[in-house]
């Protein structure tokens, strides 16, 4: 049984005895090679389900939509590995429960894609674990050594010629599991924290707080990447804050749903009135 039926007569198992009250996948997009989130009710609806090497986007975001896991009813959710891994960093910060969560997990080789056994999240540990030693592709790695062997003046230059592309669309913040804050601080106006124009200073201020926000919880999924209409290297900063971090503390986002967060702590109580 080929994967994508595998996970259609699973999601219809699942929603048809009562296990979970939804499962997030993807389906048809508006061009054969794309591919959209898919939010499923009914048995019936199940093959409806696509997977194959086109799911390329993170769908752990969805979880912490306002209200969705209130009810502790089971949701389950399409996910590579890299989406496990928001999903651990979603539970260490107190966003879910990971048990809530029923995980139809894939991975991609090139074009080939295959099923990883498992449902909970920890399931995945090992499977986790084993990326990261992985290093980056040669294509990545070629464009990370290019930066690094630049000199502080022309890596400065080089970024902000990038940022200077920005147009403050924001689509990177939307796009990505770890930006689930109800309200960013470049909303907020009294005091703007961040500019809103497009320009240089403005420009570097997002993309800098969005990179230091990240470091130790980007998962590299590469949304943000994709998403941006102006196609700004932004896998490149995350690749390289991933790299300090765990060069630093020996830390590798989302092992683990009990994982200690890095850089930042983020509570049930938290107030939130830092960016009042
Ligand atoms: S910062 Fe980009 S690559 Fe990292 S988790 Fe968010 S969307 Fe994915
Ligand atoms: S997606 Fe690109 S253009 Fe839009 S705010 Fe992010 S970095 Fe700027």
């Known amino acids: 049984m080929s994967i994508q039926e595998q996970y259609r007569k699973k999601a219809a198992e699942l929603l ?28 019936e609806a199940a093959s409806n389900l696509l997977i194959d090497a086109d799911c390329d986007a993170n769908l752990s975001g969805y979880l912490v939509n306002e209200g969705l896991l209130s009810d502790k009813k089971k949701v389950g959710i399409f996910l590579a590995p890299e989406g496990i891994r928001s999903v651990n960093i979603l539970a260490s910060e107190s966003q879910l429960d990971p048990d809530q969560i029923v995980i139809f997990g894939f991975e991609r080789d090139g074009r080939s894609i295959a099923a990883l056994e498992g449902s909970n999240v920890r399931d995945y540990t090992d499977r986790i674990a084993t990326l990261k030693s992985m290093p980056p592709d040669a294509e990545e790695q070629a464009r990370i ?8 003046e022309e890596r400065f230059a080089f970024w902000q010629a990038e940022f200077s592309k920005c147009i403050k669309c924001y689509a990177c913040r939307q796009v990505c599991p770890m930006c689930y804050c109800k309200r960013c601080i470049v909303d907020n106006n ?5 500019h809103t124009s497009s320009h240089t200073l403005g ?6 707080v ?39 503390f020996d830390h590798f986002s989302g092992m683990s749903p009990d994982q200690e967060t890095v850089l930042a702590n983020f509570r ?4 939130e009135t830092f960016i009042l």
């Not at 932004?234 to 060069?247: G, H, P, S, T, Y």
């Open 16 to 43: 048809s005895s009562g296990d979970v009250k939804l499962v997030i996948g993807y389906g048809a997009g508006t061009n054969p090679d794309r591919r959209r989130p898919l939010f499923i009710r009914s048995a």
């Open 145 to 152: 050594d290019m930066i690094e062997n630049m000199s502080a």
């Open 190 to 194: 009294q005091p703007q924290w961040v």
């Open 203 to 208: 420009n570097f201020e997002w993309n800098l």
């Open 210 to 248: 969005r990179a230091f926000h990240l470091s130790g919880r980007c998962v590299e999924c590469g949304g943000c990447d994709r998403a941006c209409p102006v196609n700004i290297p932004l896998r490149l900063i995350n690749r390289k804050m991933a790299a300090e971090v765990l060069d630093a």
């Open 268 to 271: 049930k109580d938290d107030p």
